[in-house]
């Protein structure tokens, strides 16, 4: 008998001929996530990975939280295997289970047994009717409840029997890499490292950039966005960090743009860098962390003028979420906490009174065009950048 945790996969597994290259990135992503703690490793079963320890006990409080967070993975099961498929033999460790797990237990439970070998001399209903009987003839105060029970206890037939009553629930998604890669414009805000974690969760290998604006804004904002990061790599949802420096070309855009103007002017700045960082990159999308209609440079003229600025195609993952919904996922995600320090980043200076919630794309582009310099200034915005490897 092996003390092991036993992973589940979902969309993965529907994959069709390429499903080979989600598994391998799925494999992989939770390798990476356990490689500094020595000891652990990963085997393949039919339609499962197990996590393996070299020598026994299997540390589940340690190894859970860092499998649990590997995107793409629907669950995992702290569970006993044994490769003798005896009835007996299964019936023993399923006792041993129980008894371990919950001992002097009062309540109710179920069995539920599954077969990937259909061979086996007894089916799924006979198996767990087995297993049932044996619990309730060796334990005191378990009884069976087929409809509500307090405990299931799940017996897999596989290569190996698995044996367990504990799921812990993943993120389901699909493995970062397997759908390429994209380029967010991260904030120090609550939205944008939810835009990340979301558009890492299909599957796409996400880089930030950051847009600073020293001594406009704090170093401690720029703090907030590498601690950010550091959050979301627990997911392997980000991969690099760019910071770029803004403060020239925001006091630019300040000083020859009308007041109304600045912030979407501002965004398509932003925007062309991104592309360029993209572009350089190998990234096929931005991302942003917009949601419609949540401030005026978010509204869909807004958006559609800030678009206007790139050719690439601009996700927004949070499109259709409201605030009380994306703060919930922030906190789900452990970014929350962070975002809300009150360091702000370059989006909350000079913020204009009354922004235009409708602007029309030829006046903007007629605006940037009066601007010298502006795009020299975002072609060197583009090329001087600090990046850090997560
Ligand atoms: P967030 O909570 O992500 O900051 P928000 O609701 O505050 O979003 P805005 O500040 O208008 O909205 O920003 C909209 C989007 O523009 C952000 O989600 C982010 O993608 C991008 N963005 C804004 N400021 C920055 C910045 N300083 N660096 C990088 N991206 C930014
Ligand atoms: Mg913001």
């Known amino acids: 008998m092996e003390e092991v945790l ?20 799925l494999i992989a992503a939770i390798e990476n996530n356990i490689k500094d703690i ?21 540390d589940y409080d340690l190894i859970v939280p860092k499998v649990a967070s ?12 044994d490769f003798d498929k005896d009835i007996e033999n299964i019936n023993n460790l399923c006792l041993f289970h129980m008894q371990n797990k919950y001992p002097n237990k009062q309540g109710t439970f179920k069995i539920k047994a599954t077969r990937s070998h259909k061979t086996y001399p007894l089916n799924s209903q006979e198996l767990a009717a087995a297993v049932g009987k044996h619990i309730l003839d060796n334990t005191e105060g378990l009884t069976v409840s087929l409809t509500n029970p307090d405990i299931t206890l799940i017996v897999e037939l596989r290569n190996y029997v698995y044996i367990y009553s504990e799921e812990i629930k993943g993120f389901g998604g699909l493995p970062v890499g397997s759908c390429g890669r994209a380029m967010a414009l991260l904030s120090s805000g609550i939205d944008s490292p939810v835009a990340c974690f979301l558009t890492a969760k299909r599957g796409c290998l996400v880089e930030a950039v950051y847009f600073d604006s020293p001594p406009y804004t704090s170093e401690r904002a720029l703090i907030k966005v590498k601690d950010i990061c550091a959050t979301l790599s627990a997911y392997t949802a980000i991969a690099r960090l760019y910071v770029v420096n803004f403060t020239d070309i925001q006091l630019k855009i300040k000083e020859k743009t009308p007041q109304d103007k600045f912030t979407i002017m501002l965004k398509r700045s932003m925007m062309r860098v991104a592309e360029r960082l993209a572009v350089k990159n190998n990234c096929d999308a931005l991302i942003t962390g917009d949601s419609i209609g949540q401030v005026a440079s978010q509204t869909l003229k807004s958006l559609a003028a800030i678009d206007a600025a790139v050719t690439m195609p601009v996700i927004r993952p949070l499109s259709g979420l409201d605030k ?28 204009p009174k ?22 020299e200034l975002t072609d060197a915005a583009a090329e001087n950048v600090t990046v850090y490897e997560y």
Do not use: W
């Open 6 to 25: 036993l992973v589940k996969f979902g969309e993965v597994a529907l994959k069709g001929q390429n499903r080979y290259i989600f598994e391998n990135r």
């Open 38 to 58: 020595a000891g652990y490793f990963i085997s393949r079963e039919i339609g499962r990975y197990i996590v393996r320890a070299e020598t026994g006990p299997f």
């Open 70 to 81: 590997v995107l793409g993975l629907v669950s995992c099961c702290p569970c006993i295997r």
């Open 324 to 351: 009380q919904e994306i703060t919930q996922l922030a906190q789900k995600i452990k970014t929350y906490d962070i975002s809300i320090r009150p360091f702000e980043d370059c989006c909350t200076i000079f913020i």
């Open 354 to 375: 009354h922004p235009d919630t409708k602007p029309k794309i030829s006046a903007i582009e007629n605006f940037e065009r009066r601007i010298q310099g502006l795009m």
